[in-house]
């Protein structure tokens, strides 16, 4: 399976950008967790949020509640994050990644499967 992650680009703060995930190729099986990370320049990956493909339960970092809003559409194979009032500080590159749960804010080590990452530039 692949994950090809999308959407990204610059924007002025307060603006919005949604970002997708798309799977492809053999079936994400027993990975129920899609999970979007970011990684600013010099700082470690870090979750953002994440959604169970099947029961859509969702979890968000606590830097992104109340603007960040994670959604899935499984005839797609996509899961979309959408990011409202943006700030400069989440100039990052955006990850996709699948693991087996969405359980809390993503943790990089239980995902194991990862899309390319997506550039989002927010100017101040």
């Known amino acids: 399976v692949q994950l090809q992650a999308s959407g990204g680009g610059l924007v002025q703060s307060g603006g919005s950008l949604r970002l997708s995930c798309a799977a492809s190729g053999p079936s994400l099986d027993y990975k129920f967790g899609i999970g979007w990370f970011r990684q600013a320049p010099g700082k470690e990956r870090e979750g953002v949020s994440c959604?169970?493909?099947?029961?859509?339960?969702?979890a968000y970092a606590d830097s992104v509640k109340g603007r960040f809003t994670i959604s899935r559409d499984n005839p797609k194979n996509t899961v979309y994050l959408q990011m409202n009032n943006l700030k400069p500080e989440d100039t990052a590159v955006y990850y996709c990644a699948a693991g087996i749960y969405c359980i809390g804010v993503p943790d990089i080590n239980e995902y194991d499967i990862w899309g390319q990452g997506t550039l989002v530039t927010v100017s101040s």
């Open positions: 959604i169970h493909r099947t029961d859509g339960s969702t």
